[in-house]
């Protein structure tokens, strides 16, 4: 048993003030989990901290929350583990080592770390149709799918709902409209689906949408705070690659965007972000001898940002304002990175735990290392020294 401090944030709405934070104090084995701190607390010291909960096995998904600012689920996360955290974090900073609670992000609060899921993931939810759309008849029995095509999918099929990786969203911070990590992911998991006839409609209407797959900018953070591996940042980029197969003109520009970024890497080993706007726009010399109306459209569009990442200081250097003198990386690091390149184009490989596996083992070795053969060579030596 340990003592722990939580710091909750708290939120009465029926008595008309705002938000506020209050600490409480729980005895519990570290390896308990936070939910089990705060139903101490309801039990011991406030009845009325209200907190959603049902499995306490991580599976129900109705216990998301941020854990010293980390959206989870509070059944998932050992206590003593997040003391840990807290630990560290006041090591560094001037704060002090209470385990914080809050509730998600990205949602409005009803009450203390109950937010509204309605308003935000289940509507965004029913936005990609999550039901399967398949054309004709039912066969007289069910339908037969070969194992192999759902791999693909399992991983999508494992979200449980929590909303964690919407509470961790930036993308869905600058943009509420964003249909988001865990409604995206959902989509694959139909997209994915051979007995789904609506396919390139479904892919249509996400590519198209401004607040659509194009609208995640990559931030990994839902892949960080989602509590079973499903990576709905993975999902929303295989929904990319499926909509760039279909050649879908998307209005942010993100296909076009997508493959001039690959051709850089490619080619440079490097990001050169000066000319990644024109190369997204308008690729090539053919694209800037006779740039097309939406290209124009897009750079003089571009223009604002581009001006506020020179007054912000992110694109202070010439190397970031003029394209083509990107400074090289030291050493050897753009040929690491071709290297790098060549290798993934070549093997396709996607790192999916749900088909491969937490970490590969190293097989043994067949034959007898060197270092195991001159161990053996010495050995038999020295016996031949002794006898
Ligand atoms: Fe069910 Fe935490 S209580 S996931």
Same mark, same amino acid.
């Given at each position: 048993m340990a003592e722990y401090t939580l710091k909750v944030r708290r939120y009465q709405p029926e008595s008309g003030e705002g938000a506020y934070w209050e600490e409480f104090k729980v005895d519990l084995d570290p390896s308990l989990s936070v939910l089990d701190g705060i139903?101490?607390?309801?039990?011991?010291?406030?009845?009325?901290?209200?907190?959603?909960?049902?499995c306490r096995a991580a599976i129900c998904g109705s216990c998301g929350m941020k854990i010293n600012g980390q959206s989870g689920l509070g059944c998932k996360t050992q206590i003593g583990e997040a003391q840990e955290k807290a630990d560290k974090v006041a090591s560094v900073g001037d704060g002090d080592n209470t385990i914080v609670v809050e509730p998600m992000g990205n949602m409005p609060v009803i009450k203390d770390l109950i937010?509204?899921?309605?308003?935000?993931?289940?509507?965004?939810?029913?936005?990609?149709?999550?039901?399967?759309?398949?054309? !004709? %008849? /039912?066969?007289?029995? *069910?339908?037969?799918?070969?194992?192999?095509s759902m791999i693909d999918i399992t991983q999508s099929m494992a979200c449980i709902q929590c909303g964690a990786c919407v509470s961790s969203c930036l993308s869905m911070e600058a943009d509420p409209?964003?249909?988001?990590?865990?409604?995206?992911?959902?989509?694959?998991?139909?997209? !994915? %689906? /051979?007995?789904?006839? *609506?396919t390139k409609e479904r892919l249509h209407d996400l590519a198209e949408d401004p607040h659509g797959i194009y609208d995640c900018t990559h931030c990994f953070s839902c892949i960080d705070a989602c509590p079973k591996g499903v990576a709905p940042m993975d999902q929303i980029m295989r929904l990319r690659r499926k909509a760039g197969e279909e050649d879908i003109v998307d209005?942010?520009?993100?296909?076009?965007h997508v493959h001039a970024f690959v051709n850089m890497i490619e080619k440079k080993g490097t990001n050169d972000e000066a000319l990644l706007v024109q190369e997204s726009y308008a690729p090539g010399i053919k694209g800037k001898l006779?740039?097309?109306k939406a290209a124009i459209k897009g750079l003089v569009e571009s223009l604002p940002t581009v001006l506020r990442a020179i007054k912000t200081g992110k694109a202070r250097s010439p190397s970031k304002v003029i394209p083509g003198i990107h400074p090289k990386l030291p050493g050897g690091a753009q040929e690491d990175v071709k290297a790098i390149y060549a290798h993934a184009e070549e093997h396709r490989e996607e790192f999916n735990i749900y088909i491969k596996g937490e970490d590969e083992v190293e097989p043994e070795p067949d034959e007898p290392t060197d270092a195991i053969l001159a161990d053996e060579a010495k050995a038999a030596a020295d016996s031949k020294g002794e006898s």
């Amino acid at each position: 048993m340990a003592e722990y401090t939580l710091k909750v944030r708290r939120y009465q709405p029926e008595s008309g003030e705002g938000a506020y934070w209050e600490e409480f104090k729980v005895d519990l084995d570290p390896s308990l989990s936070v939910l089990d701190g705060i139903l101490q607390v309801k039990d011991r010291d406030d009845g009325s901290l209200s907190v959603r909960c049902s499995c306490r096995a991580a599976i129900c998904g109705s216990c998301g929350m941020k854990i010293n600012g980390q959206s989870g689920l509070g059944c998932k996360t050992q206590i003593g583990e997040a003391q840990e955290k807290a630990d560290k974090v006041a090591s560094v900073g001037d704060g002090d080592n209470t385990i914080v609670v809050e509730p998600m992000g990205n949602m409005p609060v009803i009450k203390d770390l109950i937010t509204d899921m309605e308003s935000t993931h289940w509507t965004k939810i029913r936005r990609v149709t999550p039901w399967l759309l398949p054309h !004709g %008849d /039912p066969p007289e029995r *069910e339908y037969v799918v070969e194992p192999e095509s759902m791999i693909d999918i399992t991983q999508s099929m494992a979200c449980i709902q929590c909303g964690a990786c919407v509470s961790s969203c930036l993308s869905m911070e600058a943009d509420p409209d964003f249909i988001g990590p865990a409604a995206l992911a959902k989509a694959y998991r139909f997209v !994915g %689906d /051979p007995r789904d006839a *609506e396919t390139k409609e479904r892919l249509h209407d996400l590519a198209e949408d401004p607040h659509g797959i194009y609208d995640c900018t990559h931030c990994f953070s839902c892949i960080d705070a989602c509590p079973k591996g499903v990576a709905p940042m993975d999902q929303i980029m295989r929904l990319r690659r499926k909509a760039g197969e279909e050649d879908i003109v998307d209005p942010n520009n993100g296909h076009n965007h997508v493959h001039a970024f690959v051709n850089m890497i490619e080619k440079k080993g490097t990001n050169d972000e000066a000319l990644l706007v024109q190369e997204s726009y308008a690729p090539g010399i053919k694209g800037k001898l006779k740039p097309s109306k939406a290209a124009i459209k897009g750079l003089v569009e571009s223009l604002p940002t581009v001006l506020r990442a020179i007054k912000t200081g992110k694109a202070r250097s010439p190397s970031k304002v003029i394209p083509g003198i990107h400074p090289k990386l030291p050493g050897g690091a753009q040929e690491d990175v071709k290297a790098i390149y060549a290798h993934a184009e070549e093997h396709r490989e996607e790192f999916n735990i749900y088909i491969k596996g937490e970490d590969e083992v190293e097989p043994e070795p067949d034959e007898p290392t060197d270092a195991i053969l001159a161990d053996e060579a010495k050995a038999a030596a020295d016996s031949k020294g002794e006898s």
